[in-house]
């Protein structure tokens, strides 16, 4: 399967943990990006990544989160005292070089927090 | 500010028949949509994408029509079948300038296909 991969595909953690999820992106694509997405809402941009450097931060994405794609392959993001609030599905895209609006998705991670 | 919203939350067609799916914009600037495809538990799919220098896109049964003057846009389906049974979004980048790939997503309308 040469798709975009999130792991794992669900997550149930207990409030003040941290987390952390993978995406490993198609292989071609050099732009990354994390959103969320809520139950009957559409995904909201949380940040992307041009090969290893991150280059948009939403607001959204307060200091408890933290992203990374050391390599400009596989990102990880990371949330650090859960809050129940953070309770969404994660969701990686990645998009081709010269088609950064043409996004691939992952299937996404399901967090809860208790 | 710009934003992108739907008329409907949910939408239900019989087998055969073609659905509308309409998304309102507010933002003049805009020059590029996007409607994705967001079936149960999967990620979403892109569909089709159009540029303000066009009226309308056709794809493969789907067609993507973009009214300027009330900034409207909808996606049609034609001969809808069960497996086009998802949440549709259109999305859209939140500047004309913006070249990072950051999309903004309306609420979505969800589909229904009855056999």
């Known amino acids: 399967d040469t798709g975009v991969s999130q792991d794992p595909r669900h997550k149930i953690t207990k409030r003040g943990q941290n987390v952390t999820f993978r995406c490993d992106p198609i292989?071609?694509?050099?732009?990354l990006y994390w959103y969320r997405q809520t139950l009957g809402q559409g995904p909201e941009f949380l940040t992307y990544f041009q090969n290893e450097a991150q280059l948009e931060k939403s607001r959204l994405l307060s200091d408890r989160f933290s992203a990374e794609r050391p390599k400009g392959s596989f990102s990880t993001l990371e949330i650090q005292r859960t809050e129940q609030g953070d309770s969404a599905m994660y969701l990686c895209?990645?998009?081709?070089?010269?088609?950064?609006?043409?996004?691939?998705f992952g299937p996404g991670t399901r967090l809860t927090v208790t | 500010g710009e934003s992108v919203g739907l008329h409907l939350p949910t939408l239900s067609v019989q087998e055969g028949d073609n659905s509308i799916i309409n998304c309102a914009y507010s933002n003049s600037a805009s020059d590029y949509f996007i409607w994705y495809k967001q079936e149960s538990g999967k990620g979403p799919q892109f569909i089709i994408d159009?540029?303000?220098?066009?009226d309308k896109r056709q794809g493969q049964r789907v067609t993507v029509l973009l009214n300027k003057t009330v900034k409207h846009l909808s996606l049609q389906i034609a001969a809808t079948q069960p497996g086009d049974s998802a949440v549709y979004f259109c999305a859209e980048p939140p500047g004309a300038d913006n070249q990072g790939g950051k999309l903004i997503f309306g609420q979505g309308t969800e589909l229904s296909v009855k056999p």
């Open positions: 895209a990645s998009s081709p070089r010269m088609m950064a609006y043409e996004q691939y």
């Open positions: 159009i540029r303000s220098n066009m």
């Open positions: 292989s071609e694509h050099n732009r």
